[in-house]
């Protein structure tokens, strides 16, 4: 199995970013991810330039201005303690963060031809789903699942290419599963997405936690293989393949972070199960979810 793929803690940084993929650093052609850490009263600016981005806090709170606006984001304490509001910034821009008190922020990005307006994502309007059951329950944060370019819906955010969620996995619960795919582009079945998985893992007592990732070859693509113990601050880069388990060790919750995009006109999450493991889906009606979650659910308004 190959490692490259696998980017443990700070062999992304670049910069004032501890994480830094772009599509030329990860070879493709659409996602990308940063993860800026500032201290009490930093700054930070940055050019958009192709992409358009979500200011996402992982801890800590900030304020994003863009184009005469400036969107003061209360973010959280992290990321297992609740949902965060966001920022969506367009293509073709200058950005400047600013945080009072320090944090860590996540921009996640995808190249994109619709230059859309700047907005702010309340907290309060994230769809939290609780998805699988028994030990395959866990916790997704739709704040920027697929929606409509253009306008925003009930079921997520409005971006022109980018897809991105967070899912936190209880600990000793497998997500990501069963193994799924989008490698091909089958319209109406399966849509065609780089993916980008960043954790963030829960200690115990003090004592740093860890999981696993696997993803496996499903025929197309580059034949990516990964097998990788993960920590938190590690990135799994997901070209193509059959992705999942993402298994969180007993004690210690998992949270990741996904960043999708990819060539299609429709912006879609269209997905192939595994053909080996799609049964385990029958069993989940017979199964109560994991009464660990929700963890957090969105505030009110």
Known sequence: MT????????KAAN??????????????????????????????????????WIVLPLSGSCTVA???????????????????????????????????GGGRFALTGARCAERLPAR???????????????????????????????????????CDKLIAVEVITPGGNWSS???????EHRPGEESQLEEIYYFEIAAHDGTPGLGYQRVSPSGHGRGTDVLAEVRSGDTVLIPDGWHGPSMAVPGHDMYYLNVMAGPGAERDWLIRDHPDHAWIRAT???QPVDPRLPRYTAPSQ
């Open 177 to 183: 599963f069963p193994p799924h795919k989008h490698d």
């Open 3 to 10: 490692t490259t793929h696998h980017l443990p803690a700070g």
């Open 120 to 158: 702010y994502g309340p907290a309060s309007a994230v769809p939290v789903e609780l998805r699988g059951t028994g030990t395959c329950s866990r916790q997704v944060n739709n704040f920027a699942a697929a929606a409509p370019a253009g306008g925003d819906d009930g079921q997520g955010f409005a």
């Open 66 to 100: 863009v184009g005469g606006e400036t969107f003061r984001l209360a973010g959280r304490e992290s990321v297992f303690s609740g949902v965060s509001d966001f920022a969506y910034v367009p293509r073709d821009a200058q950005v400047s963060l600013a945080s009072r």
């Open 284 to 286: 989940w009606p017979d």
């Open 15 to 52: 910069g004032p970013y501890t994480v830094d993929i772009s599509p030329e650093s990860a070879g493709w052609g659409h996602s990308s991810l940063r993860v800026l850490e500032l201290p009490a009263g930093g700054r930070h600016s940055f050019d958009t330039g192709d992409s358009e």
